[in-house]
């Protein structure tokens, strides 16, 4: 390997980036994730690749006629606020750097091979993770994605528009997810599992069903000093109450439950607020788990609410199921990872990926990189350039291996 994946990565990498953080702020369809998916349709271009975008502002390079039984890799390019370098462009450098080094080693690959960007990996601006993929597989509708707004009110359908695609082509795309015969996604740890047992690259075996949850508390505005305890109808109380249950249902069946985002109006520190609006994040080993945390917290939420007068409505944002990766495909990419030297070990995940959307449609695995910190979804998130390096040979290697079959 050369230094393909450096100069790569020296292009990407200062797109988005926040000084005064040092993490990455790349909303989909605003100016650095524009600017993020320009420098990948050139840097493709400059490598013969012919891009696409889909119905849906999926981006797609191809190496080789787009065509059926296609071997696909990529990840995305949108990050989480403040989030890490490595979540999303690893997989999508990593994919044109493995097709860089699989040309170098005078591959002429059987299968049409393509590097792809799914846009809205996060839901970090529309709320709803993985909607470039669950538009592309028909797993969400597009009526639904539509009239997703971000936080000013700007609905995914005009946003859209905003980047020259037309909404009303959007939805399931049979043609496309016909063409695609296997989806390698290359995607830095997100833990520190590799780390621990000493491996530079691993492999996913499961994802841990998951969802997002919005809790709406609506009270009584008034004057921090006047009114009376006894008076308010607080919607901070019954939201600080269900912050609290989610910390314990988490611990009590092995679960995670994150409130990570939340908006208080109108926000002033001398009035008692009229509104919180909240959004749990909540994941687990199993569906029963799952719903038995939030189940917790919507009780716990309900009953702080009746007991300071508040209204308390719960929405379910997005859910995402338990998903097992294709067992042929994920030992053997495991063992062509290994590199003659055995299998990497395998990984199962609390982190939604594209390729755990795809995997309900196309034999779909993951390949992942030690990540020394185990930060993720934050400036911290780390890898050695070795170790990328490590995982573009295991991911060209795989290719490879797929290509040729
Ligand atoms: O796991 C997540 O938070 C997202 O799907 N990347
Ligand atoms: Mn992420
Ligand atoms: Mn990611
Ligand atoms: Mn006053």
């Known amino acids: 390997m050369n230094d393909d994946f450096e100069e790569l990565w020296d292009g990407l990498a200062p797109l988005g980036r926040n000084r005064a953080t040092g993490g990455y702020r790349r909303y989909s ?7 993020a998916r320009a420098w990948f349709t050139s840097a493709a271009r400059a490598r013969g690749l012919g891009v696409e975008t889909d119905r849906n502002g999926n981006l797609w390079a191809w190496w ?23 979540d999303g462009p690893l997989g999508v450098v990593g994919g044109l750097a493995a097709i860089d080094e699989l040309r170098r080693r005078g591959l002429r690959p059987r299968r049409p091979v393509a590097v792809a960007v799914f846009v809205e990996e996060e839901g970090a601006r529309f709320g709803v993770p993985c909607l470039g993929s669950r538009l592309l597989t028909g797993a969400i509708a597009p009526e639904r994605a539509c009239a997703l707004t971000d936080a000013d009110g700007v609905t995914w359908s005009r946003a859209m528009e905003g980047a020259g695609l037309d909404p009303e082509r959007m939805g399931a795309d049979h043609e496309l997810i016909g063409r695609i015969g296997a989806f390698v996604e290359l995607h830095i740890e997100q833990g520190r599992s590799l780390a621990c047992t000493g491996d530079p690259v691993g492999a996913a075996s499961a994802v841990w069903p998951h969802g997002r949850w919005r809790l709406d508390f609506a009270g ?25 249950e989610a910390r314990r249902a988490a611990e009590e069946h092995d679960a995670l439950a994150t409130v990570g985002k939340v908006r208080v109006s109108p926000n002033g520190t001398n009035a008692v607020p009229s509104r919180v609006r909240a959004w749990l994040d909540a994941r687990a080993a199993d569906e029963a788990a799952l719903r038995a945390v939030v189940d917790r917290v919507d009780t716990a939420a309900r009953g ?17 199921p338990l998903v097992e990766f294709d067992h042929r495909l994920r ?25 755990g959307v795809l995997a309900n449609t196309v034999p779909t695995a993951m390949l992942f990189v030690r990540n020394p910190t185990g930060v993720s979804h934050a400036p911290g998130e780390s890898a050695t350039a070795a170790d990328c390096r490590a995982g573009i040979t295991a991911l060209a290697d795989v290719l490879a291996d797929l290509a040729d079959a």
């Open 331 to 355: 030992d053997r990419i495991a063992e062509r990872a290994g590199g003659g030297s055995g299998a990497v070990p395998l990984l199962t995940t609390g982190a939604g990926h594209d390729a």
């Open 64 to 86: 080789g006629e787009p065509g059926p039984d296609a071997v696909v890799t990529g990840s995305h390019l949108d990050s989480v606020p403040d989030g890490g370098a490595y």
């Open 220 to 244: 009584q505005a008034d004057h921090a000093g006047t009114t009376r305890l006894v008076d308010r109808r607080d919607p901070m109380l019954p939201f600080a109450a269900a912050v609290q």
């Open 29 to 35: 369809w605003g100016p650095a994730d524009t600017e």
């Open 304 to 320: 702080s609410a009746a007991d300071h007068g508040v209204a308390v409505t719960a929405y379910l944002e997005s859910t995402s």
